[in-house]
RNA sequence: UCCUCCUUAGCUCAGUUGGUUAGAGCAUCUGACUGUUAAUCAGAGGGUCGUUGGUUCAAGUCCAACAGGGGGAGCCA
């Protein structure tokens, strides 16, 4: 170990005529003679040269693909034109055999679907490599953006009493025998024989809880796994994801949207910056996909120039109201070609009409705001108008929804009287509303889905490539 | 959960109006070759046609149910 090398320094130092040691897992060998090593540092190779002459052929026939090795050698300019320098190896140490009639990775593309059947594997191979160092950076550069703008970062808890969120199913938390329950003299199950004393499930969001934080410390942010035990099968829905939730005091909707707007294109900017090779490769790989789609569908920009114009260019705002309007005198409105037409004021928007908002009317993304109270949450702030609330829900190309958000209802009365027109449980609620009760204040918070924002920066399309081991309807494997 | 399409070798896919012994490329194995880049060339092995039931003289092929997967929709991040 001591004379390990990383592969990514060997090909980034570009240095020659040293010894050097690398270790790490066989992508093919070829000719009997050059190894293609990978060892998770970076998506490119390293060739080691094998000097099959003089090396056991019982050796020899153990470098198959998805064995760990161990090259030892020199580091020397390369006679081949795939790469600049190679590994002349002087001894090869095999420290984990792959037995090839049983390894299922082979040296040339596989669909993603079977990948995903094997995502324990997946992360050897040069999409996922590239996908997963991606997360990581984007996940980096989350903490890193909000550490340096001073918020802090607040745990929430993954366990949770509260059922008022309203974001969706939950799954139970329990420690009960599902055979055989205690319950109670009228045949019910009795929660307050369970661990904690009540029913307790696994949290849809961290946002209640910031906010008590926010109250304190000024500026938050969560970054942490979400549950929602939703029916959903999409390509961009799981049953646990993770989810970034900053809440700031003192912030109106619009200091909520610029900060949205400068955190997205944060770590954009940091993702291009220090994972330039995963995501050429990525972009590579999208153009050779697009390759086979239609004209029509195939998109106008590469990955890089699609992540480099979100950079340049301001999102653009517009209400609700305003948007009802683009989308009512819109040629596929008149023409009849929505499934669902744009009639009336009030109602929610369907994918089809995000999409040709963003990606049809405007071509970028766009901060939708001021939405009809009715299709929002309790907790945001009414507008004086009595009908929209300061919500704002930022859209992507290809993705929808990234970002839902809203400035908070601060006052107390205007937030009682909510919760009660909903029928929310008030008095269980009381810690929340102590916000509210002692020392109150304007403040504003949003949720970013990190799954979807991978999803966009690394151009993938399906919402179960993005995370290591996804949990969806009917699937916990691994 | 709804609509729709799919499920044939380890992988990606052919398989005609239902008809005799179900094919290809890649992978794997054996051999040849050795500065290769998903190496190449020759040969070989490899199948409960997703599962169950039905129609028929005969089912990979037709029908039904179930399971799994893709695409779209809803719920949302």
Redesign the pocket.
């Known amino acids: 170990m001591s004379q390990r090398v990383k592969i990514k320094q060997v090909l980034h130092d570009d240095a020659v005529q040293y010894t050097a040691t690398v270790k790490g897992w066989v ?8 190894i ?1 090593l990978n060892d998770g540092s970076t998506n490119n190779n390293l ?1 080691v ?1 094998v000097d ?1 002459e003089n090396t056991d052929p019982a050796i020899l ?1 153990r470098i ?2 998805g064995a760990a090795i161990s090259a030892t050698g020199t580091i ?1 300019a ?6 600049k320098v ?1 590994l ?1 190896a002087t001894s090869i140490e095999i420290l984990g055999d792959s037995d ?2 049983k390894y ?1 990775l ?6 993603l ?2 990948l ?2 094997i995502a324990h594997l997946r992360f050897r191979t040069n999409t996922f490599g590239a996908v997963f160092r991606v997360r990581h950076t984007l996940a980096y550069a989350v903490h890193k953006f909000f550490n340096d703008k001073g918020f802090v970062y607040l745990h929430t808890p993954i366990i949770t009493a509260s059922d008022a969120e ?4 939950m799954f139970r938390v329990t420690t009960f025998d599902p055979q055989k329950p205690p319950v109670t003299e009228e045949g019910k199950v009795d929660w307050k024989e369970d661990f904690f004393g009540r029913a307790t499930n696994l949290t849809v ?1 961290g946002q209640l809880e910031g906010e008590t934080g926010a109250m304190a410390f000024g500026e938050i942010y969560t970054f942490g796994p ?1 549950f ?1 035990a ?10 646990e ?1 993770w ?1 970034i939730e900053p809440e700031m005091a003192f912030y109106n909707l619009e200091d909520n949207m610029n900060l949205a707007e400068e955190f997205i294109k944060y770590v954009i900017r940091y993702a291009l910056e220090h994972n330039r090779e995963d995501l050429e490769f990525l972009g590579a790989r999208l153009a050779e996909e697009e390759k086979s789609k239609p004209q029509a569908e195939r998109s106008e920009m590469g990955l890089i120039e699609k992540l480099e114009f979100v950079l340049n260019n301001d999102f653009m705002r517009i209400t609700y109201t305003e948007a009802i309007d683009i989308l009512k005198n819109s040629k596929p409105n008149k023409n009849k070609k929505f ?2 037409m744009v009639e009336e004021w009030g109602t ?1 928007l ?3 009409h ?2 040709y908002l963003v990606e049809k009317h405007f071509k970028k993304p766009v901060i939708l705001t001021d939405y009809p109270a009715a ?1 929002k ?1 309790f907790y945001m702030k009414q507008n004086e108008d009595g009908k929209t609330v300061r919500a704002m ?2 859209l992507f190309p290809g993705i ?5 958000g809203s400035q908070r209802e601060e006052n107390l009365d205007k937030l009682v009287h909510k919760m009660e027109e909903l029928g929310l449980p008030v008095e269980e609620m009381y810690w929340y509303l102590d916000t509210r009760r002692f020392g109150s204040a304007e403040h504003s918070g949003f ?3 990190f ?2 924002l991978v999803l966009f920066v690394t151009g993938m ?4 490539d993005v995370i290591p081991f996804p949990r ?4 916990a494997e691994f």
Request: glycine residues 10%.
């Open positions: 992508r093919t060998f070829r000719s009997n003679r050059f293609a060739q040269v099959f026939k198959t693909t020397v390369s006679q081949g034109s795939g790469q190679e002349q090839p009639e299922p082979q040296p040339k593309k596989h669909s679907e079977f995903r059947e309203g974001a969706g199913e969001s979400t929602r939703e029916n959903s099968n999409t390509a961009r829905h799981l049953a994801f989810m499934q669902y929610d369907q994918s089809e995000e999409r299709i949450s829900d930022i929808g929804e990234i970002v839902g949720g970013l889905g799954e979807r399309t399906n919402i179960r969806t309807p009917k699937n």
